[in-house]
């Protein structure tokens, strides 16, 4: 069984950054050892969608997740990405010391009845 977490950040407004930014998240240009990290996490699947200078994170973890990851490799290269990811992003307002705020659901349509024919 997976689990579902959501997440927001900003982006530096500045349309070259952003541009850039969307740039290196493009197939192919991750690097390599980070999706292997991120996958080592216990992450199934990730999605990250932008609008302006705003970022909504979607991922699906194992029920096991967030595991450790003994690779150093894969930890090096992380630690190196989000370095280099930080130049580009800031905090929500109201996020206190998190990087990527955690979100809570407030809706789901399954949960609700209506009138449908």
Known sequence: MSRRHCFALDLVDD???????????????VWPEVIDYIRRRGILDMQI????????MIIETSDDYPRAVTD??????????????????RRLA????EKWASMRRIFE?????????
């Open 15 to 29: 349309d070259a950054l952003i541009q850039e930014y969307q740039r290196m998240h493009g197939p192919g240009c």
């Open 49 to 56: 969608w932008h609008r302006d200078d705003r970022l909504f």
């Open 72 to 89: 150093a490799v894969a930890r090096d290269a992380n630690e190196r990405w989000e370095k280099l990811m930080s130049t580009f992003q």
């Open 94 to 97: 109201r996020a206190d010391n």
């Open 109 to 117: 349509l399954g949960e609700h009845s209506g009138k449908a024919s």
